[in-house]
Nanobody, 127 residues
Framework: QVQLVESGGGSVQAGGSLRLSCAASGYRNFMGWFRQAPGKEREGVAAIFIGNGATYYDDSVKGRFTISLDNAKKTVNLQMNSLKAEDTAVYYC???????????????????????WGQGTQVTVSS
């Protein structure tokens, strides 16, 4: 079992920044961040491979969001810059045991291979 607890959500104006943190009781091969806006499907935002730090991003956040690991603190972080109103959502941390050789960007940004989820943290961006 992996327990994940997100923090760092809040309200910010468009163009601002937030940093989300996910405290993990343990890592799996891939750690990811997802988000779900009201009335929409949960979508992948970013993922990172524990082995070599390779990162994967949805096109909508490339260049604005950065996923990283802090091994000392056992956290997975998501730095979000240049926030837009459309980034408003509940953000979830997740863990996947998917083998590296089976990983593709589209698969890593899909819910199907993630077994463990946090409770979510709300991010609201006002325009």
């Amino acid at each position: 079992q992996v327990q994940l607890v997100e923090s760092g959500g809040g309200s910010v104006q468009a163009g601002g920044s937030l940093r989300l943190s996910c405290a993990a009781s343990g890592y799996r091969n891939f750690m990811g961040w997802f988000r779900q806006a009201p009335g929409k499907e949960r979508e992948g935002v970013a993922a990172i491979f524990i082995g070599n730090g390779a990162t994967y991003y949805d096109d909508s956040v490339k260049g604005r969001f950065t996923i990283s690991l802090d091994n000392a603190k056992k956290t997975v972080n998501l730095q979000m810059n240049s926030l837009k109103a459309e980034d408003t959502a509940v953000y979830y941390c997740a863990a996947s045991g998917l083998q590296y050789g089976l990983a593709t960007p589209s698969r890593l940004l899909s819910r199907r291979d993630y077994n463990f989820w946090g409770q979510g943290t709300q991010v609201t961006v006002s325009s």
